[in-house]
């Protein structure tokens, strides 16, 4: 399958008329496009910051996202607001381009709590760190959205590892079979931490989803305007009734898996050279410069922004409280539970023993799923 | 040496030793692992004996499975302890059970190594103790070296069982050094316990253990040495559990504390305290004591110094045993 873009073609890509038509209402809207490379370039300084953080300390891992803004940017900036959003790690900035703000974006990976947001109230779930699992859960949310008649969709994002999983596969099975209005967005960033696209699949991921009966589109990824379009066709398709649909965007990760990961040890220098040549961010820049639609003064705001967004992600951190010990025994059940009563009971007479406070107060009573940690 | 290249040691042996060894996982070749336990070891052996695999456990565990019936002997790895349950299903009802269903016939010499256990302050999924699962089902062999000279030789010994092994090894202590005898094997079988002798003279209690926490417990039997002296059993294997090296020290010190990082509740030290209690009713001079995780999720990791025990709860627990 030819990849599709939209911005300037290069070896990859191919300029689909069929995906310009799809932006129509951006193309001519200089405050749309400014918009989407402000986007672009306040996740490039997010996760700038949070790899600096990661590296610092402050943070116990981060899943760099250089080199893959412009999915983010583009299907986000593609889905409506009731579309719920199915993410894994590599997504998490993903929820900033949905107003979850930076204090619950980052205790995942600070470590200070398992989850962060209310995945209802902003219609993005909390990254799954299970390969391929949210995949299901995604074709399950569409299948109930189609029991109820809403026009409710769901996106789910995954690499192109995942798509080695069963339950991926079991994911785009059960959509197909049932018409679910699910898309699957499968980032292909060549790698799987070190293994090789092709030795994940032996045909493209987009056209593995033709096997399953699901129409599918190969998206320049590092095309913000290409992915925009690619979703919206996606999106369109879901809601008109179509069934599932397959977009993949081919990219490419610029720095490690985490930072946990040694990429030297898998990938040449001269492939990262050849791939920074298309930095996505840059690449709208110029799009933007050229088509003479970025002032200095544009290029000074979208700057500021960039640095205030950073600024608020090491803020937050540095002002992420501590987890205690109470904690870990709240939200274990909704119910009561007489169990978790008495472990909680016996480590607090067991703190209170070491003669610091005891931080584990008695039963908790029954978690709403909503209330605030006590 | 440490742990990590002791394991990898350990395989590098098994692949040169014997070709139907093959080794397999996500990750391993190339990247050497994500704890470079399988460093070097697809360059000195190649693709074909060492293989990246798709990331997909299950299939990892499938294929594996079908790679033993045609007469290999897998080695797979599962990269950390949470991501093995989408493998669960093979493990239970295909591993484990295929020996019994062809009457013996059939033999699945099948090896799944895990890194286990938390304290290295990941993130979820990364810190888990599942091993109370795959102990509770026949059919599988259940293990943990501790120490970098078991790392190596349970690693070859496991690889040379009859049976499928899974050995579940303690990340937090990989790079911890220790002398290894390469040319002597342990004396203790697969199967069996050790007891440490601290060289406490009369000891008054004993703690089982395995895994990351047999260097914590011997770090608090430090501590307790001024008043009591302790038995230290790293248990080594997890099924079966060296049930008799347990009793002996049970019947010389009369106390029994065990400790694991899994949750307590239905776990491994339930079973142990079950069996010395009914092996040892009489000689037991308080009820067997349990310390280990709770029954919550595993939390975050600014939170998990509560959760896995450390020198003071393993101390704690002692004092409780010795007040009766
Ligand atoms: C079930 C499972 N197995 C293994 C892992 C460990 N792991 C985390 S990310 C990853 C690679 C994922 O690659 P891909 O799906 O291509 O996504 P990317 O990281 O490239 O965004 C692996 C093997 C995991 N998180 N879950």
């Known amino acids: 399958m030819p990849t599709s873009g939209v911005l300037e073609p290069d070896a990859g890509s191919a300029t689909a008329p069929a995906l310009r038509d799809r932006l129509d209402d951006i193309l001519d809207d200089h405050h ?88 209802d109230e902003y219609g993005i779930t909390n990254p799954a760190i299970i390969v391929g699992a949210h995949g299901l859960h995604a074709a399950g949310y569409a299948m109930a959205a189609a029991l109820d008649g809403s026009q409710d969709r769901a996106i ?9 999983q069963g339950d991926l596969n079991e994911a785009l099975n059960f959509a197909a079979t049932t018409t679910a209005p699910v898309v699957f967005f499968c980032t292909n960033n060549q790698f799987a931490i070190s293994v090789p696209v092709a030795q994940q699949t032996a045909v493209q991921p987009a056209q593995r989803a033709h096997g399953f009966g699901i129409p599918s589109l190969r998206v320049d990824g590092n095309d913000v305007l290409a992915v925009l379009a690619a979703t919206r066709t996606a999106t369109a398709h879901v809601r008109a009734g179509g069934g599932p649909y397959f977009v993949e965007a081919v990219t490419y990760r610029l720095g490690p898996h985490t930072t946990n990961d040694d990429p030297t040890r898998y990938r040449s220098a001269a492939e990262l050279e050849a791939w920074r040549a298309r930095d996505p961010v840059e690449r709208m820049r110029r799009f933007l410069a050229d088509s003479g639609l970025l002032t200095d003064a544009d290029a000074d705001e979208v700057r500021n922004a960039a640095d205030d967004a950073a600024q608020r992600y090491r803020t937050a951190c540095a002002e992420l409280p501590e987890p205690d010990a109470a904690g870990i025994f709240e939200h274990v059940y909704a119910a009561p539970h007489p169990l978790i009563d008495e472990e909680r009971r016996a480590y607090a007479d067991y703190l209170a023993s070491l003669g610091g406070a005891a931080t584990p107060a008695g039963p908790a009573g029954p978690s709403t799923g909503k209330e605030v940690p006590r | 040496m440490a742990l990590a290249p002791a394991i990898g040691a350990g395989l590098r042996r098994a692949l040169e030793d014997d070709e139907r060894v093959v080794i397999m996982g996500e ?226 010190t009369g106390r029994l504390v065990v400790a694991h990082e899994a949750p307590v509740f239905m776990g491994l030290g339930a079973e142990i305290a079950a069996r010395i209690t009914e092996r040892c009713f009489y000689r037991l001079e308080a009820p067997v004591t349990r310390v280990g995780g709770f029954h919550t999720p595993y939390p975050a990791a600014r939170a998990e110094s509560h959760y896995v025990p450390g020198v003071d709860r393993i101390l704690d627990a002692l004092d409780q045993v010795l007040a009766q």
């Open chain 1, 32 to 119: 749309a496009l400014l918009g989407l490379y402000r986007d672009l370039a306040v996740l490039r300084r997010i996760d700038e910051q949070c790899l600096a953080m990661a590296r610092q300390g402050a943070l116990a891992l981060w899943a760099p996202i250089a080199g893959q803004e412009a999915v983010l940017v583009g299907a986000a900036r593609a889905a409506e607001r009731h579309d719920h959003l199915f993410i894994s790690y590599r997504e998490a900035l993903m929820a900033a381009l949905r107003g979850v703000p930076p204090e619950q974006v980052l205790p995942m990976w600070r470590g200070s709590a398992l989850g962060g947001w209310d995945p």
């Open chain 1, 156 to 164: 789910a994002f995954f690499g192109d590892g995942a798509t080695s």
């Open chain 2, 27 to 252: 990750d391993l070749g190339r990247l050497g692992g994500v704890f470079r336990v399988t460093d070097g070891l697809q360059k000195d052996f190649g693709e074909r004996r060492v293989i990246d695999t798709p990331l997909a456990e299950s299939g990892i565990i499938g294929t594996a499975f079908g790679m033993a019936l045609r007469g290999k002997r897998p080695v797979c790895e599962i990269q950390f302890d949470g991501f093995v349950y989408p493998a669960f299903d093979q493990i239970v009802t295909q591993v484990a059970k295929i020996h019994n269903r062809t009457r013996g016939l059939v033999r699945m010499p099948l090896t799944i190594r895990i890194p286990f256990g938390g304290g290295i302050g990941a993130v979820e999924h990364h810190s888990e103790s599942p091993e109370a699962y795959f102990a509770h089902t026949a059919g599988i062999r259940v293990v943990s070296p501790a120490t970098p000279s078991d790392g190596y030789w349970m690693t070859r010994q496991a690889i040379a069982a009859p049976d499928p092994v899974i050995v579940f090894e303690p990340k937090r202590r990989y790079w911890e050094k220790a002398p290894v005898d390469f040319s002597t094997p342990p004396p203790e079988p697969l199967g069996g316990a050790r007891l440490t002798d601290l060289g406490n003279g009369d000891a008054a209690a004993t703690i089982v253990t395995y895994g990351a926490l047999v260097s914590t417990a011997v770090e608090a039997a430090e501590t307790a040495a001024p008043e009591c002296g302790v038995e230290i059993i790293d248990l080594r294997s997890l099924s079966p559990i060296d049930f008799d090296t347990i009793e002996a020290s049970v019947r010389r």
